[in-house]
Nanobody, 115 residues
Framework: VQLQASGGGLVQPGGSLTLSCAASGSIAGFNALDWYRQAPGKQRELVAR???????YYAGSVKDRFTISRDNAKNTVYLQMSNLKPDDTAVYYC??????????WGQGTQVTVSS
């Protein structure tokens, strides 16, 4: 499976962006669909996860501001981000996980929050 992340860009503090992660194949068989981010000089961190039952997890720093969702028909995972802060500046990566099918990463999309 190949993953193509898109939707990043430059946004002012308080603004919104929606990231998309399009898969080359079906995402229905994966146990978890994740968004990670990595800021300069920092470790990559899990931002949000949605599982096969549509249960969601969010890192404390983004809870109530970010929403992860999936569209199995389009083989796409989304990350809606609102009330963005400068600390949200990072390269955002999508990842799909399955014990049977394996784990796959997308190439990353840059999000910069700055005035």
């Amino acid at each position: 499976v190949q993953l193509q992340a898109s939707g990043g860009g430059l946004v002012q503090p308080g603004g919104s962006l929606t990231l998309s992660c399009a898969a080359s194949g079906s995402i229905a068989g994966f146990n978890a669909l994740d968004w990670y981010r990595q800021a300069p000089g920092k470790q990559r961190e899990l931002v949000a996860r949605i599982d096969s039952a549509d249960n969601t997890y969010y890192a404390g720093s983004v809870k109530d501001r970010f929403t992860i969702s999936r569209d199995n028909a389009k083989n796409t995972v989304y990350l809606q981000m609102s009330n963005l802060k400068p600390d949200d500046t990072a390269v955002y990566y999508c990842k799909v996980e399955s014990e049977v099918l394996g784990n796959y990463w997308g190439q990353g999309t840059q999000v910069t929050v700055s005035s």
